[in-house]
């Protein structure tokens, strides 16, 4: 056990390259907020925060999932934080294609003219 908490304190010291931070959880306590963040270092999972500042260990993703869940079931705010993804610029709004044949259509839509207002459009028999 102990290899496991050095472990986790070496991988600590460099989050930004070591640590894929995988959730946070928020509840407001009597106590205050508190807020649990589930992070993935390597192999190992761990879970630190609270009131109190305490850290949980797991060995696999299913038990993080299974103890997410449970906060969750209490009333923690779930929020997932995912990979950040770069753009080169604006996303561009998409263009809608018209077949040629629906072109030529619109074509001849567009060329025929509006009947002027009448006052009888059909005509009663």
């Avoid at 390597?42 to 869940?69: E, I, K, P, W």
């Avoid at 923690?76 to 077949?99: L, Q």
Wanted: proline fraction near 6%; charged fraction near 20%.
């Amino acid at each position: 056990m102990a290899s496991i908490d050095a472990y986790i304190f070496w991988c600590s010291f460099d989050t930004k390259y070591l640590m894929r931070k995988l959730a946070t959880l928020t509840k407001m306590t009597a106590k205050g907020l508190s807020t649990w963040t589930f992070a993935q270092c390597d192999s190992v999972y761990v879970a630190f925060g609270g009131t109190t500042n305490r850290c949980r260990v797991f060995t696999s993703h299913a038990q993080l999932q299974d103890c997410m869940l449970n906060y969750a079931s209490y009333g923690y705010e779930v929020v997932r934080h995912t990979a950040k993804r770069r753009w080169d610029g604006p996303t561009p709004k998409p263009v809608k294609r018209v077949p040629p044949s629906m072109q030529q259509e619109l074509a001849l839509l567009a060329a025929t003219p509006i009947p002027a207002e009448q006052e009888e459009l059909v005509a009663l028999y």
